[in-house]
């Protein structure tokens, strides 16, 4: 299933830096060009593996949009669970096209879930509200 490209217009200029985590090449490309476009430094990540090894490079990263189905057998809800125990400060939005996804994580004040096809231009308004909720955590 692939994103739908939204008639809203990008938000102002961020300074944020997006991990994207998706195994299927025109959806990670498609949603990397539009959350270009929103302003955001994307960096991209086809698995968990690769995921985690840009978190272990150091690499500063404020928010992340990931499938949960990914390749391997670890998914979107192992790298949400390792990033709530190392990296509890970071936003996650997870997506899936199977309708039961959003069960299959806890959904809290930093962890959301957009079911796919998903609307780009909500989803870079959801990431920026998430930032917003993060940024003014204690």
Known sequence: MNPVVSSLRPEPPSKFTLLLVEDDFFTRWTAAQYLRAAEFTVVEAISVDEALTVFLSGKLIDVVFSD?????????????????????????????????????????????????PYDLGEVAQLLRRMLDRGMTMP
């Open 68 to 116: 949960l189905n990914l390749p391997g057998d670890r998914g979107g809800d192992f790298l949400s669970a390792w990033l709530e125990k190392h990296r509890p400060h970071i936003p996650v939005l997870l997506t899936s096209g199977r309708t039961d996804g959003a069960a299959l994580i806890g959904l809290n004040r930093l962890r959301r879930f957009v079911l796919k």
